[in-house]
């Protein structure tokens, strides 16, 4: 959720913490605060605003802030309207420590109210204040052990606090005694240490080290470190020092540009093209020898041969794009799979099955209800110590320098580059690519279709690119032309059927995200199980109605729709049957197995059109954040 950024060395701190938050404002922008050791006197200087990071940037252009170590973060709030004295950076009662967290202290409460009856007296409703409050006590605990005041003793002072937190977390610390030091640790919260020549820099994600270094070192969990000009010091839970090699940025996480777009959401879609002709490089792999193609992964799919079930652990759009992938995998490759919600997963897992591959799908790789369901599924197959019900694990993400990069030993990279629109579109179609990669690789171990069957598939994929361009040319516009009579409108239904119907959840979902307008989408034959009293004139009814084997049924059920006064739009090809709706999004006609690909670029468009036209913050709505680290 949070964005922190911290930074150490011979630089003033101001520039580096604004420039990194700016690269992080995805991550929550209900408030923005930073805190930087003055050179001068070593007093600690706080400043922070409510609202977007803008207003931080305006208030500190009026001083003059000098100082070489300081942290920063962008919020997004948990505990605490979004009020500037719930703002990050937090203090203790002597405007010495500074801390700033991306998480939730789970027991807080219990702190919180312990440290009041000692006499602190707290200034938000926050549960990281207790944070600077503990680690005070704690160094004045080491003072009568007459030890220095130094990075070291702050070091310990924080280690000391953060046994007794329960959550997850991830911190930065100052402490005014310790001038040129920075703490920060880590615990199911990302953390990136970037190193630099004599000084560092240490942020919740990599968009905000790019600029001041190629060199990152991702923080293992339950790790903390201290930084100074001179180094870093890295120890694990039992204290030990750490000692690894650094890793260089991928070259896609380098430059974010918004070239000509209004908006980064708007690019985004445009790129989803180029996104599918990558992936059709880099995974669909001819032998020259046999002529077959083949999906290229990472790792060694000899395994996928005992697989006799599959369970996808996911939420939100990736949820989406997981339903998308159970379709394919029951359909085309004759594998039972279920998705279950992450976050339900964990408190009401299903019955232990043998030969079971575990999916987890999250674009950041740091949506904490998806590793959390990950982990307790590892350790309780674990636990049994029965072979065939090992865990078996495969991780679909776009960043491999993630926690779930270093959970999971098979990772499915779906190469979308950075994505810094809040609502997800091609790091959902990179998503559902993924899955085609799999569907086709179990349907070649598995024998569930054909040759031909397999090599159809992958053929209409390769010829996806220059189809997606025309569509999303064409559809760039008419949506630009209806987003207009959705002005008034309050509530939109999404019906869709078989592999489609996800589709249906995902266009809702995108319409409620930026637009905020209410939108339901359902399974188009439950229609008239209930939803069908919601329909009346100021309902529009929009449809995916694709040919094949569900086509005639659907029409049935926008006809039901249209019966009850509802503007019906139909995301359709124009062919017999399409006439009923009153506003057509054509499509081409395709196989049906790949019309998610074509049906969702039409919904993505007109949301956001329709946000745009009404003048909303497309990239940042409000109350979300890009990536969820907290339950």
Not at 245 to 267: A, C, G, T, W
Request: charged letters at 25%; one cysteine or more; a negative charge.
């Amino acid at each position: 959720m949070c964005g922190i950024v911290a930074v150490t060395g011979y630089r003033k701190a101001l520039p580096l913490l604004i420039n990194g938050l700016e690269k992080l404002e995805y991550r929550g922008y209900d408030s923005a605060g930073i805190a930087i050791i003055n050179s001068d006197n070593n007093n600690l200087i706080c400043n922070k605003s409510e609202g977007k990071l803008i207003n931080l940037i305006n208030n500190v252009s009026k001083q003059e802030i000098i100082g070489k170590v300081g942290i920063g973060h962008t919020r997004w709030a948990t505990h605490g309207k979004p009020e500037v004295r719930n703002a990050h950076p937090h203090l203790d009662s002597s405007g010495k420590v500074a801390v700033v967290q991306n998480g939730i202290i789970e027991n807080y409460l219990d702190l919180r109210n312990k440290l009041e009856r000692e006499g602190v007296n707290f200034t938000s409703d926050t549960d990281t204040e207790v944070i600077p409050h503990l680690i005070k006590k704690e160094l004045n605990n080491l003072k009568t052990l007459n030890l220095e005041d130094s990075g070291s003793t702050l070091l310990v002072a924080v280690r000391n606090v953060i046994s007794d937190l329960e959550g997850a977390y991830a911190l930065a610390v100052l402490w005014a005694d310790a001038p040129d030091a920075l703490v920060v640790a880590r615990r199911q919260a990302p953390l990136i240490i970037g190193l630099g020549e004599g000084e560092f820099i240490c942020a919740s994600d990599t968009p905000a080290i790019a600029n001041f270094t190629q060199t990152i070192l991702p923080m293992e969990d339950e790790e903390i470190g201290l930084l100074t000009p001179l180094g870093i010091e890295l120890y694990d839970s039992n204290n030990e020092r750490q000692y690894r090699n650094p890793i260089s940025l991928k070259s896609s996480e380098l430059v974010v540009d918004k070239k000509n777009f209004r908006h980064y959401m708007h690019k985004e879609i445009y790129e989803q093209p180029d996104l599918t002709r990558n992936w059709i490089n880099k995974y669909l792999i001819k032998n020259n020898e046999t002529g077959t193609i083949k999906v290229n992964y990472s790792f060694d799919t000899h395994f996928f041969k005992d697989i006799e079930r599959i369970q996808i652990l996911a939420c939100g759009t990736s949820r989406h794009a997981s339903m998308v992938g159970r379709y394919l995998l029951e359909q085309f490759s004759d594998i039972p799979t279920d998705v279950f919600y992450a976050s339900e997963f964990r408190y009401s897992p299903p019955p232990v099955l043998p030969n079971t591959l575990t999916i987890g799908v999250t674009q950041s790789g740091e949506t904490a209800d998806t590793l959390a369901a990950l982990d307790m599924e590892i350790k309780r197959r674990e636990e049994l110590k029965n072979e065939l019900c090992k865990p078996n694990l495969i991780a679909i993400t776009n960043r491999l320098d993630s926690s779930i990069g270093r959970q999971i030993p098979n990772i499915i990279d779906i190469s979308a580059g950075i994505e810094i629109g809040v609502a997800a579109t091609k790091t959902f179609f990179g998503q559902l690519l993924s899955f085609y990669g799999l569907a086709i690789t179990f349907a070649q171990i598995k024998k569930s279709k054909t040759d031909s069957e397999i090599n159809q598939l992958i053929s209409n994929l390769e010829k996806l690119p220059p189809l997606l361009e025309d569509i999303v040319n064409q559809h760039n516009e008419i949506s630009e032309k209806l987003a207009h009579d959705f002005s008034d409108i309050k509530d939109v239904i999404f019906l869709g059927r078989g592999i489609n119907y996800p589709i249906a959840l995902e266009g809702a979902l995108k319409l409620k995200e930026i637009s905020y307008i209410h939108a339901a989408g359902y399974p188009a034959g439950e229609m008239k199980h209930g939803p069908i009293a919601l329909l009346e004139k100021k309902v529009p009814v929009i449809s995916i109605a694709t040919p094949g084997k569900v086509f005639e049924k659907v029409i049935s059920n926008a006809q039901e729709a249209k019966a009850r006064d509802s503007y019906l739009i139909g995301i359709a090809p124009r062919c017999e049957g399409t006439e009923i709706f009153d506003y057509l999004m054509p499509l081409p006609i395709s196989d049906e197995w790949l019309s998610p690909l074509l049906s969702v670029i039409p919904l993505q468009l007109l949301s956001y059109h329709i946000a745009a036209h009404r003048g909303l913050d497309v990239d940042q709505p409000r109350n979300l954040a890009k990536s969820v680290t907290v339950e």
